[in-house]
């Protein structure tokens, strides 16, 4: 064979052409990988592509890419459940300061107003500065109250430094961040929402929370 053959690249009929079974085999392989990738497909196409409200700008801004959550930080999974976190110092958070207790109650209307759903959304305050929280405030916002999980940020100086960073990416770190069920913080929405905000906010979960269920374990 002459050199130059070598680079001439074969014609269709002289390839070699698969057996029925063989192009029956790839089908069914084919198939069974878009099988197993749609729920990422979906995932990444209800984050990215389509927006909220039929091309409307959604009211929470994307985390892009969305910023993996160590279990590490806060000494536990934030997997399985969707969830809406704040970082407080329990020193702000007492009865007087409208500001912080009216993040406190925006994220527990959120949730309420998800009904049905409301199982899917986790709320997490975590305590900033270690202190105490305060008990009217406790008694209010806790687990059997309004489904809070109260938990202190890390003291580890290593620890701390990067959970300070993971919360204030897009110096968003006063706002409501939020995570997908994957452990993802991928959206974070204004601490500082108004009345008419709420609905937005609802609006935007209602939607993510019926577009994806990747990752989920209501348990």
């Excluded at 993996?68 to 300061?97: D, I, M």
């Excluded at 003291?155 to 959970?163: D, H, N, V």
């Amino acid at each position: 064979m002459k050199d130059k053959e070598l680079l001439i690249p074969a014609t269709q009929h002289e390839l070699p052409r698969p057996n029925p079974q063989t192009r029956r085999g790839r089908i069914q392989m084919i198939l069974l990988l878009l099988f197993c990738a749609a729920p990422v497909i979906a995932s990444y196409l209800a984050y990215y592509v389509f927006k909220l409200e039929g091309g409307k700008t959604n009211f929470g801004a994307f985390v892009i890419p969305p910023q993996a959550v160590s279990s590490e930080w806060l000494g536990t999974p934030l997997t399985g459940k969707w969830t809406l976190l704040v970082a407080r110092p329990a020193a702000e958070c007492r009865v007087g300061n409208d500001a912080c207790v009216k993040t406190l109650y925006l994220m527990r209307q959120v949730r309420i107003a998800l009904s049905k759903e409301s199982a899917r959304l986790r709320l997490i305050w975590v305590v900033s500065d270690g202190q105490p929280v305060d008990p009217e405030i406790r008694r209010a916002y806790d687990q059997a109250t309004a489904g809070f999980e109260m938990i202190n940020a890390p003291t580890s100086p290593a620890l701390k430094a990067q959970w300070e960073q993971w919360l204030n990416r897009e110096n968003a770190g006063q706002q409501i961040q939020l995570i997908d069920p994957r452990g993802d913080k991928m959206m974070w929405f204004p601490a500082e929402a108004s009345p008419s905000d709420f609905a937005a906010i609802r609006k935007d979960l209602d939607k993510l929370l019926r577009l994806n269920h990747t990752g989920e374990s209501l348990r």
